[in-house]
């Protein structure tokens, strides 16, 4: 079994950054892409970003482009997320997620999700 660690959550002011790490237990492991969503209250997930593991091809969701960054660290199985210019409505509850193979054809394992809160 493999187990995401998430961390980097917290209050931050309206402009303010944030860097979210996410690291997988089993260094073995085989990653295929990791990603990034995120739930607001009485909403529903969303999805943030994503990277192709070998690749390190990044996909973002409008509403974050140009403000997140996604990155990985291939030796370390962890997964980055910088955030800069948060906005209110980029509170919420940030969850990580791993597809482990092509085949699987959807992300497999999730976090425990870590909070992030942006005050105004």
């Known amino acids: 079994q493999v187990q995401l660690v998430e961390s980097g959550g917290g209050l931050v002011q309206a402009g303010g950054s944030l860097r979210l790490s996410c690291a997988a237990s089993?260094?073995?492991?085989?990653?295929?892409?990791m990603g990034w969503f995120r739930q607001a209250p009485g909403k529903e997930r969303e999805f943030v970003a994503s990277?192709?593991?070998?690749?390190?091809?990044?996909y973002y969701a409008d509403s974050v482009k140009g403000r997140f960054t996604i990155s990985r660290d291939n030796a370390k199985n962890t997964v980055y997320l910088q955030m800069n210019s948060l906005k209110p409505e980029d509170t919420a509850v940030y969850y990580c997620?791993?597809?482990?193979?092509?085949?699987?054809?959807?992300?497999?394992?999730w976090g425990q999700g870590t909070q992030v809160t942006v005050s105004s």
């Open positions: 089993r260094r073995t492991f085989s990653i295929y892409r």
């Open positions: 997620a791993v597809q482990s193979s092509v085949l699987v054809g959807q992300y497999n394992y």
């Open positions: 990277i192709i593991w070998t690749a390190e091809t990044t």
